[in-house]
């Protein structure tokens, strides 16, 4: 690697960022899975594998080993994005005998209508009652499984607000750290949320209470932007970073090789 | 021809289908959903059906909008990129459609205790979620006899009927994929449900697929009817035969939110065309196939 390519980049968008932060999550040894509307993992997957962690094994859509895609198409689940796989897995039975066995599949990227301060995700209803919801949310679909299946969490969130980020969700389809502190664990479950990165910062859980800690703030910035988008008090370090910014090698893939038509923005401004 | 189950999609869906019962789809949001079998639920104007699916698309948002089903058991409900589907919203958010809302492995650990005559299987998904104790008729912690951590007891369910749409079938019922997926899920709950309809792009000989028995993922035993229906999926996928039709989902999705509006899409694409070929007509006829199945990277 030259040194330019490891050259901070000047200009990048906010999606740019958020994909290289995803991507440095995901090293050589690691299998990464997408599911529905996932153009910011999946772009920062292919951002991996053609950087740091060209041996990050990628299974797309739960269904294509290995694919090779011209480019991040409109959907994250349809065959467009598995083309020339090296095999077929039948998403439903069998991809789940490898997510449930524990060895495989270990880091999950997690998309969330609402997400609370001990990272448990709702993505079921909005409102106090389940069966006359306010809002009638897509449904738990796999996360309900990944949050207890000892998986290394990782949420991404293109719309930081109190709205998305709340003190506690409506309803938890998928779980955190539950109610905080060594909850989870009581129950027996191992992994949990790692880190959280949106379009303003990026945050991960402080190791005895388990409440969502800020950990960088993205360039331009500032905490109090992030308080005021957060709907609850975060934990708040003396020393807030700024979130290493996407080399000039990484942008320039984002927008030439992996995603051309800029799919990776129609997740923001929702 | 010793079984020979060939019928129409009218007398499939008469035959078979009752009023209240509880229906499993193939389909995973845009992909692969049996559309033929569901329109003429919706023609037979068929009540109080419960559906079973992985994760429901226009399919659902059909059977909502048309007041057929008044529940639902299922992992998620959405068109991906085409948005939520807003009838089925408005329906659950009005209390005219009731949700199970399952994990994948519990929905996956239901149908397989059904198929295999189980009173239930267990996931270790979902513990610490809210979804056990919202359904505490068909989920429940159990502890592991064994001694080790609990695991969630997922209760049998037996659909009353599963509509399947395939690639190839024959006459008696052999169902044949071409290399594929076999998302969502051939492989469990056509063998949960009582009956089983399959509509498949291509009704062939039995020496047909002799040639390729290695492609056959369903004996015949377990089909009760067998209508052939091609571009049977439209407008989801059908991986490697077609696309989704982009143009025809995001036409429902402009029109789906305004009650008279969704009913002159329904009158022209369901309730108008008196045959499937009439339906592909309305929905751009040889133009609309070709472009789908066009190799693009869309």
Known sequence: ?????????????????????????????????????????????????????????????????????????????????????????????????????GRWLQKFCVGAAQLDMYGNANNSVIGAD??????????TAGLGDMGSLGKLLYYWNPNHSPRSLVEKVDFVSAAGYLGGGDEREDLGLAGGPQAVVTNLAVLDFEPESKMMRLRSAHR?????????????????????????????????????VIDPDGMRRREFGR | MANNKVTSIEEAIAAHVQHGDVVAL????????????????????????????????????????????????????????????????????????????LSETALNARLGAGARNLPY????????????????????????????????ACRTLVPDVALVHAHRVDAEGNVQYKPTTLWPD??????????????????????????????????????????????????T????????????????????????AAQEFFDKHILGPSSHAEYLSAAGGAAMMSRLRGKECV
């Open chain 1, 1 to 101: 690697m030259s040194g330019e390519a490891h050259q901070e980049a000047r200009d990048y968008t906010v999606d740019e960022l958020m994909i290289s932060v995803l991507s440095s999550f995901f090293e050589d040894g690691d299998q990464a899975c997408n599911g529905m509307a996932s153009f910011l993992p999946v772009s920062a997957f292919m951002l991996a594998r053609l950087t740091h962690a060209p041996g990050l094994v990628w299974l797309a859509s739960a269904t294509g080993l290995e694919p090779r895609p011209a480019k991040v198409p409109a959907s994250t689940l349809e065959s467009q994005l598995w083309s020339d796989s090296v095999m077929y897995m039948e998403q439903y039975g069998d991809f789940w005998n490898y997510a449930m066995n």
């Open chain 1, 130 to 139: 389940f069966h006359t919801p306010k809002v009638r949310l897509p449904g």
């Open chain 1, 220 to 256: 331009g910035v500032t905490v109090d932007d992030i308080r005021a988008a957060t709907g609850f008090e975060l934990v708040i370090p003396t020393d807030v970073p700024t979130t290493p910014e996407p080399t000039e090698e990484q942008v320039r893939l984002i927008r030439e």
């Open chain 2, 26 to 101: 193939q389909n995973m949001a845009t992909q692969a959903a049996p559309m033929a079998a569901v329109r003429e639920l919706i023609r037979q104007d068929k009540r109080g059906l419960g559906v079973v699916v992985l994760v429901g698309g226009i399919a659902v948002d059909w059977l909502s909008f048309a007041s057929v089903m008044d529940r639902l058991i299922g992992a998620a409900v959405t068109m991906e990129q085409f948005g939520l589907c807003q009838r089925y919203r408005k329906a659950v958010e009005g209390g005219r459609v009731r949700v199970e809302e």
């Open chain 2, 121 to 152: 299987l267990p996931t270790r998904g979902l513990i610490g979620t809210d979804l056990i104790k919202q359904n505490p008729d068909n989920l429940r912690l159990v502890e592991d006899p064994f001694g080790g951590p609990a695991v969630v």
């Open chain 2, 186 to 235: 051939i492989g469990i709950f056509p063998k949960a449900a009582k009956k089983v309809i399959v509509t498949a792009e291509e009704i062939v000989s039995s020496d047909i697929l002799r040639r390729s028995p290695d492609r056959t993922v369903l004996p015949g035993f377990v089909v009760d009817a067998v209508v052939e229906v091609p571009y049977g999926a439209h407008p």
């Open chain 2, 237 to 260: 996928s059908f991986f490697p035969e077609y696309r989704y039709d982009s143009d025809f989902h995001l036409a429902w999705a402009k029109v789906s939110r305004d009650d008279d």
